[in-house]
């Protein structure tokens, strides 16, 4: 799974995710690609099985970006375990996601096949996508 190698600090604020993507919006690499639709936060688990789903379906041909990555931490305390106390620790990591960012890209297969395998990643995903193609294909 996906993960920072290093980080300056183990911890950080929540904040907001707002507004539309102003980077990472258009599909660059691949010919066709999911788009995201909401705010949302993917962690690096959800981003590694809607990659399985992709290379599944199209049987390990072409190729696949993946346009985001897991780098902000998510704390959580343990199960039953009273309020209080301070943070919890670093349990994994996730990747904010905004409206209109690509998340993955797929070349080098039939346009149908690739189709098909971008909607069964989308159903891995908890943010609602939409497939987009190139500009000018």
């Given at each position: 799974m996906l993960s920072p190698k290093k980080t300056k600090f183990r911890k950080r604020q929540k904040g907001r995710i707002r507004g539309a993507a102003q980077r990472g919006?258009?599909?660059?690499?691949?010919?066709?690609?999911?788009?995201?639709?909401?705010?949302?936060k993917?962690?690096?688990?959800?981003?590694?099985?809607?990659?399985?789903a992709i290379m599944?379906?199209?049987?390990?041909g072409g190729k696949v970006w993946i346009r985001i990555f897991p780098d902000q931490p998510f704390t959580a305390k343990?199960?039953?375990?009273?309020?209080?106390?301070?943070?919890?620790?670093?349990?994994?990591?996730?990747?904010?996601?905004?409206?209109?960012?690509?998340?993955?890209?797929v070349k080098g297969v039939d346009l149908e096949l690739a189709k098909t395998a971008l909607v069964r990643a989308?159903?891995?995903?908890?943010?609602?996508?939409k497939i987009v193609f190139?500009?000018?294909?």
């Open positions: 919006n258009s599909v660059d690499f691949g010919e066709i690609g999911i788009k995201s639709l909401e705010h949302g993917l962690t690096s688990q959800q981003i590694e099985s809607a990659r399985i599944r379906h199209i049987k390990r343990p199960a039953e375990v009273r309020q209080g106390k301070g943070k919890g620790a670093p349990a994994g990591w996730y990747a904010p996601v905004k409206p209109g960012r690509i998340l993955y890209e989308s159903h891995k995903l908890p943010v609602k996508t190139k500009e000018g294909l």
